[in-house]
């Protein structure tokens, strides 16, 4: 059964304090990998796609990572404006389908 | 990246009543368009998926009558929710897929039904 999990459902980490966050799947042929932020109140917003394991993308302070079991998103120095909710999906052979994560608020304090 | 639109962004209604929700593609035509829901601190719950010009799908559990979805062109499709009542008070998303098939997302809709 194709299925997304992701950890830990909610991180607290001070200002400059650096993480990661997992996503691990099963999926019958991933064909792409999801990050996605979401903010109270609003839909998510795309940040990166992984195809293939061993890929990394970055974007300021994020960085994504792929394995066949997992994804990570290591935030580097974090700040305050980086809290959110961040959602991870993959989509398998069934183009039509979009297995979603629980997602993994981040609290950022100053 | 792909711009997609959702409006109303808040509606409040009537018990009863009927509500629409519209969700465009702004820059991209989308042969494909899903409706999902949020409640509070869960993630997204895919409701249906929207092909143009065809039957959406709905995922088990979902009311096909309350839930109506109209997809009439490559850039537009409509979620109904017909007879409102307050347990069908949520955060409604769309999404829709591109040609290189990443999904966008619109910002959202908060249904309250009074």
């Known amino acids: 059964e194709d299925q997304v999990t992701q950890s830990p459902e909610a991180l607290r980490l001070q200002e400059g304090e650096s993480s990661s966050l997992n996503c691990s799947y099963t999926?019958?042929?991933?064909?792409?990998l999801f990050w996605y932020r979401q903010d109270p109140g609003k839909g998510p917003e795309f940040l990166f796609t992984?195809?293939?394991a061993g890929e990394e993308k970055e974007k300021e302070r994020l960085k994504a990572t792929l394995t066949k079991k997992e994804s990570f998103l290591h935030i580097t120095a974090p700040k305050p404006e980086d809290s959110a909710t961040y959602l991870c999906?993959?989509?398998?052979?069934?183009?039509?389908?979009?297995?979603f994560g629980s997602g993994t608020k981040l609290n950022v304090k100053p | 990246g792909a711009v997609v639109s959702q409006h109303p962004s808040w509606v409040i209604c009537k018990s009863g009543t009927s509500v629409k929700i519209e969700c465009r593609s702004l820059?991209?035509?989308?042969?494909?368009m899903f409706w999902y829901r949020q409640f509070p601190k869960q993630s997204l719950m895919l409701m249906a998926t929207?092909?143009?010009?065809?039957?959406?799908?709905?995922e088990q559990g979902v009311e096909k009558d309350k839930f109506l979805i109209n997809h009439a062109s490559l850039t537009l499709s409509t979620l109904t929710v017909t007879s409102a009542h307050p347990e069908d008070s949520s955060f409604y998303i769309c999404?829709?897929?591109?040609?290189?098939?990443?999904?966008?997302f619109g910002s959202g809709t908060q249904l309250s039904v009074l």
């Open positions: 999404s829709a897929a591109g040609a290189n098939e990443k999904l966008f």
């Open positions: 999926v019958s042929g991933l064909r792409g």
């Open positions: 992984l195809y293939s």
């Open positions: 999906a993959v989509q398998g052979n069934n183009f039509n389908k979009f297995y």
């Open positions: 820059d991209f035509q989308a042969t494909t």
């Open positions: 929207s092909n143009e010009g065809s039957k959406a799908t709905y």
